[in-house]
């Protein structure tokens, strides 16, 4: 038997063992694999409902109860017709995204003056408010509604758009504070510091500085409050009395008859009323995850 062995030339680099990272290539492609899979069918769940429900908007109420799920073969689209002109579907479109918009927009501005504030001061004071507010997540709103209707009655706010919007921004002001706060208190005050050096004032500081950083925040704040109202059945149904002032979800029931329904025309208002919530996420998609998001790298 030799006993000499073949040298290596100095310097030189072993081989690599591509065997031994085969398994975990394999792993993790199976992995993404079954995320993927995942995903694609919660996608279709998820949009499943949305197609019955414009497939149904575009049939006949007798081809419905011949078969429920068919496709529409012949679309119709005189249901969509009906409901905006003669069930006044496009009254109740305006009352909403007036009593919607209104509201979401007070109660965004009050909240990101509050949190601003709450988030640069230390005192005492302003543990207690914040407190305050935070006590609000904690109140069962549909358990105050004999006050809340007094409380507009004496205003003589019932059956008052105007009555809606304040009620609303008011419920939303505790849960934008909470948010808002927070994402203030992760800006570094070096940022105001540099800005009151060169010369800014506090509003051109807030405006130009400080909300630009938190549009990720604001995002989500706006669209975890307009889905809710948008949505809401409960109390335009207490508060409107007049049918000219319902919004979209009571305007709704004006479809149920007591001995028929029309079903096809209250598809066509349920595809009218998910319309400006699909936009909505459409646009405002990036914005909602970076504020989602936001602090999970750290």
Same mark, same amino acid.
């Given at each position: ?202 509003? @051109? ?7 630009? $950083? +938190?549009?990720?925040? #604001?995002?989500? =704040? /706006?669209? %975890? ?35 028929? @329904? ?7 208002? $349920? +595809?009218?009323?998910? #319309?400006?919530? =699909? /936009?909505? %996420? ?17």
């Amino acid at each position: 038997m030799s006993l000499l062995t073949e040298k290596k030339p100095a310097g030189s680099v072993p081989a690599a063992e591509p065997t031994r990272r085969r398994p975990a290539r394999r792993k993790g492609a199976a992995g993404r694999f079954a995320v993927s899979g995942f995903l694609w069918v919660y996608a279709v769940i998820a949009v499943a409902p949305l197609l019955v429900m414009v497939f149904s908007s575009l049939r006949t109420t007798r081809e419905m109860a011949r078969s429920p799920l068919a496709l529409p073969l012949n679309p119709n689209f005189a249901s969509y017709t009906k409901a905006w002109v003669q069930a006044s579907f496009g009254t109740f479109f305006v009352n909403s995204l007036l009593v919607t918009i209104g509201s979401v927009l007070i109660s965004t501005v009050v909240s990101l003056l509050a949190a601003y504030a709450l988030a640069r001061s230390k005192s005492r004071v302003t543990s207690i408010v914040e407190a305050v507010f935070l006590s609000g997540l904690m109140l069962p709103v549909y358990l105050a509604i004999l006050p809340v209707f007094y409380l507009l009655d004496a205003m003589g706010l019932v059956d008052n758009k105007f009555g809606l919007v304040m009620l609303y921004a008011a419920l939303g002001i505790p849960f934008s504070v909470f948010v808002l706060t927070s994402f203030f208190r992760q800006l570094p005050l070096e940022l105001e510091e540099a800005a009151r050096i060169d010369g800014a004032g506090s509003f @051109t500081m807030f405006w130009h500085i400080m909300l630009p $950083l +938190v549009k990720p925040a #604001i995002a989500t =704040v /706006v669209v %975890f409050r307009f889905v809710p109202i948008w949505n809401d059945f409960f109390y335009p149904l207490i508060l409107m009395r007049s049918k000219e002032n319902y919004t979209l979800p009571v305007g709704l029931t004006t479809f149920f008859g007591e001995y028929q @329904t029309d079903w096809p025309t209250l598809f066509a208002g $349920l +595809v009218i009323a998910t #319309i400006p919530l =699909v /936009v909505l %996420f459409l646009v405002a998609t990036k914005q909602i995850v970076a504020g989602l998001t936001a602090g999970m790298s750290k």
